[in-house]
């Protein structure tokens, strides 16, 4: 769709993890300048819906296993260059400081690694008027979950 070669792409996704939490920014991807506005509704919907598009293709005779193990090894490998000392940059769902003032506790952003750990959670940055609109409903959604899911750690109780 851009012409660009596929590994000069990377785009950030923030947000959450599943269906409409997960908003892809386009806007901040070069190569997706000359996309036409119409076509990214429509981009951004097979983002969410990726683990399930890779199911389908497959026609229901396996997962999107390989995809979710491919994105847990460029997280690992962000976390361990960053511990290694060579900061890394990768979009993780991580805490944010409650300092910050943010509206939600946890949220997927880009985050640099280094030798501590996590050193930087950058912020969203500049995104066009279709993606504010998401990530307003990105965010409405999340939070749901995430009180959902703090009420229920609420009544866990860990036992090593």
Do not use: W
Not at 40 to 52: R, S
Not at 66 to 94: P, R
């Amino acid at each position: 769709i851009t012409g660009a070669p596929l590994d000069s792409i990377d785009v950030p996704v923030v947000g959450g993890h599943a269906g409409t939490t997960i908003l892809p920014l386009f806007s901040q991807v070069p190569a997706m300048k000359g996309v036409p506005a119409d076509k990214i509704p429509a981009l951004d919907k097979h983002v969410q819906d990726a683990g399930t598009d890779v199911v389908n293709a497959k026609n229901g005779k396996g997962s999107a296993t390989l995809s979710m193990a491919y994105a847990g090894a460029k997280f690992a490998n962000a976390v361990l260059s960053g511990l290694a000392g060579t900061d890394t940059t990768e979009c993780a769902y991580v805490a944010v400081d409650p300092d910050s003032k943010a509206e939600l506790p946890y949220f997927a952003s880009k985050v640099t690694f280094g030798t501590t750990g996590v050193k930087t959670v950058h912020p969203v940055g500049p995104i066009n008027e279709y993606e504010q609109t998401r990530l307003k409903e990105a965010m409405t959604q999340l939070k749901d979950e995430i009180d959902a899911g703090l009420q229920y750690a609420a009544t866990q109780q860990l036992s090593f």
